[in-house]
């Protein structure tokens, strides 16, 4: 688990993050938000399915989810760039694949962010 608490990304800042994906994991999560509890962004690539799942957390519930299909494979190195905007989440994955997810919550700071399951993070860039 790779987590950061004095994160200080606002809108109109980009977060680029690169790593490697475990040969043998089922997935992995890239959340943003305030706290673990309340999540702007929840990014969750998941292979079993074959799909990425975003979705927002408030006062620990979870709220309804957006499934976009997987464009990337374990094994790989990959760059993810998130860029936060007032109303939404633009976040470019590999081959030009590219999601939006609302910011739900109006965020205009975001101070947590965390990496967790099989994904190895080899820098990040705010």
């Known amino acids: 688990k790779f987590e950061i608490f004095n994160l200080d990304m606002k809108t109109g800042d980009t977060l680029k993050i690169k790593g490697k994906i475990s040969e043998d994991t089922d997935g992995f999560s890239i959340n943003l938000g305030c706290r673990s509890t309340d999540l702007a962004l929840h990014l969750n690539p998941r292979f079993n399915e074959s799909v990425i799942v975003c979705n927002s957390r408030c006062s620990s519930a979870w709220q309804e989810e957006h499934r976009d299909n997987l464009c990337f494979s374990k094994g790989s190195t990959i760059k993810i760039t998130i860029e936060m905007l007032a109303d939404k989440f633009q976040v470019k994955l590999p ?5 939006e997810f609302p910011n739900r919550h109006c965020y205009d700071k975001i ?16």
């Open 95 to 99: 081959d030009g694949h590219e999601v």
């Open 111 to 126: 101070s947590y962010m965390s990496v967790k399951g099989g994904f190895r993070v080899t820098s990040f860039k705010l």
